[in-house]
C-alpha cells in the first residue's frame, strides 16, 4: 500500500501563491490517480483536484479553476499542487490522496473511494 505524506503548508496573505507536495513512499504512483481534497474548520471535506497517472487528465473543482494545478512527477513519486491568488476561503488543511487504477488513466473526485490518505497540511490565507 502507499503511503502519502504532504508538506509546503503556511500562512500566506491573500493574493500570494504556495505550492503543496506530496510524497509517496512504499509504492510507486504509476498506476495510481491522485488527488488533493481539502477541509475546513466545521465543513465537510472536498474535492479540490485531480490528476490520472499519466497526467493526460487533470480536473478541478469549480472554485479553483484558474488558480490552482496539479501537476506529479512519477520518477520521484510526488504530486505537486501549485495554488496561486490565494484567498481567506481557502483556509484548510489539504490533503493527498492515491487510488491504484490499474492500467486504467482515470481520475476519481470522490473522497469515498481513496484508501490512501496523508495526515493533512495546513494553509492559511490571512493578512
Known amino acids: 500500500q502507499v503511503r502519502v505524506v504532504e508538506s509546503g503548508g503556511g500562512l500566506v496573505q491573500p493574493g500570494g501563491s504556495l505550492r503543496l507536495s506530496c510524497a509517496a513512499s512504499g509504492r510507486t504512483i504509476s498506476n495510481y490517480a491522485m488527488a488533493w481534497f481539502r477541509q475546513a474548520p466545521g465543513k465537510e471535506r472536498e474535492f479540490v483536484a485531480a490528476i490520472s497517472w499519466r497526467s493526460t487528465i487533470t480536473r478541478y473543482a469549480d472554485s479553483m479553476k484558474g488558480r490552482f494545478g496539479i501537476s506529479r512527477d512519477n520518477a520521484k513519486n510526488t504530486v505537486y499542487l501549485q495554488m496561486n491568488s490565494l484567498k481567506p476561503e481557502d483556509t484548510a488543511v489539504y490533503y493527498c490522496?492515491?487510488?491504484?487504477?490499474?492500467?486504467?488513466?482515470?481520475?476519481?473526485?470522490?473522497?469515498?473511494?481513496?484508501?490512501?490518505w496523508g495526515q493533512g497540511t495546513q494553509v492559511t490565507v490571512s493578512s
Open positions: 490522496a492515491a487510488k491504484a487504477t490499474g492500467t486504467g488513466d482515470i481520475i476519481f473526485t470522490s473522497p469515498s473511494v481513496f484508501g490512501a
